[in-house]
């Protein structure tokens, strides 16, 4: 850690020097303005003029990648908050191979706000719409939760109904999932890049970001855990498990409860509230038994339904899991502020 002195210039007028390393870096002269923020815990942050730019524009050179490569390497560029993306061959091919070509518009297809704005055989241009200030964090995490509730939801209907359809909407529902995951990624990057940015996707400063990534990957992976029960819905005989309808009503009952439960542990997070991270806790300790309680009443089955019933459940176990760990992070968020039960002196 660098130290500055402070010094007086007047009577009510404190000031420091930049580093001259950091000025050079952000092309800041003498003359120039910038911006100072104040943050919490006593931070104060200086930004350069560039801090306002709408983003960078980033060059992906695909010689030498295989398409897999190019699609990553895209969806990596976006998480990073580029604006343009221009991809393109290198010196020694004529033109883009109909892979890579293939790898921009599949990565097009799982990015929200990306659409290709430019094409040459040498290079196409990809360009980001997604401006910060139509989200907040906040939503995102809630709209993201609620797909994944959703997508349960139909699964579980799914099996106690005999409904293929409903399976196959569930994991249609998967990409916008994944969707509203890698956004979450980009304003957190971004955010993380530009303080100004923390105030316009809805935090006060950038001490919740890590949370916020955890949380946002706790909820991508419930959204798995419905996938895998829509999987088992599509591959079952009759599409439907084997048990008895009163097991199914059980399953139904507990898919209730971690729904409860996941909606419950982003509200504790997306409000700091202590209160509601302390009822996620309690009530998963009313249904942390639940999957090996309905495990052990079933009637003897072959391996394979057997193996399906337990899939369905040990998802729903998981689901319950990362509600948990999603109230965890929910109380750090909470307890770092004052409240009835904290004072930070």
Request: glycine content about 4%.
């Given at each position: ?49 560039s ?25 990596a ?13 290198g010196e ?48 995102l ?33 998967e ?12 304003l ?21 970001l ?20 829509a ?6 005989e ?89 109230a ?8 770092d ?7 930070l002196?």
């Amino acid at each position: 850690m660098e130290t500055r002195k402070v010094q007086r210039l007047g009577p009510s007028t404190l000031a420091m020097t930049l580093p001259a390393e950091w000025a050079g870096e952000y092309n800041v002269e003498k003359g120039d303005e910038v911006s100072l923020r104040l943050g919490g815990k006593g931070t104060l942050t200086v930004l350069p003029e560039s801090a306002h730019s709408e983003g960078t524009e980033a060059v992906i050179t695909t010689s030498g990648l295989d398409a897999d490569s190019v699609e990553r390497a895209i969806i990596a560029q976006y998480v990073l908050g580029r604006r343009i993306i221009h991809v393109e061959v290198g010196e020694n091919k004529p033109t883009l191979p109909s892979n890579h070509i293939n790898a921009v518009y599949n990565a097009e297809t799982q990015l929200m706000g990306l659409g290709v704005v430019e094409e040459t055989p040498e290079r196409i241009t990809i360009r980001c719409s997604v401006d910060p200030e139509d989200f907040t964090l906040d939503n995102l995490l809630e709209r993201l939760e609620s797909t994944g509730s959703t997508m349960r939801n139909e699964a579980i209907r799914s099996l106690a109904h005999e409904n293929p359809d409903l399976a196959q909407r569930a994991l249609n529902r998967e990409r916008q999932a994944n969707k509203i995951f890698v956004l979450v990624l980009r304003l957190l990057f971004t955010a993380y890049q530009n303080p100004n940015l923390a105030r316009s996707v809805g935090l006060n400063d950038s001490f919740p970001l890590i949370g916020y990534r955890s949380v946002a990957k706790n909820l991508e992976l419930t959204a798995d855990n419905a996938e895998d029960i829509a999987e088992t819905a599509l591959k079952a005989e009759g599409h439907a498990l084997n048990v008895e309808s009163e097991t199914m009503r059980r399953i139904r009952e507990y898919t209730e409860e971690v729904n409860e439960l996941t909606e419950l542990a982003v509200e504790s997070a997306v409000e700091r509230d202590y209160q509601t991270a302390i009822e996620v806790k309690k009530r998963f300790g009313e249904v942390e038994n639940r999957e090996r309680d309905i495990l052990a009443d079933l009637p003897e089955m072959q391996n394979t339904q057997l193996l399906q019933s337990r899939e369905v459940l040990v998802s729903l176990d998981e689901t319950a899991r990362y509600a948990v760990r999603n109230a965890e992070i929910a109380t750090n968020l909470a307890l770092d502020e004052e409240s009835d039960h904290i004072t930070l002196q």
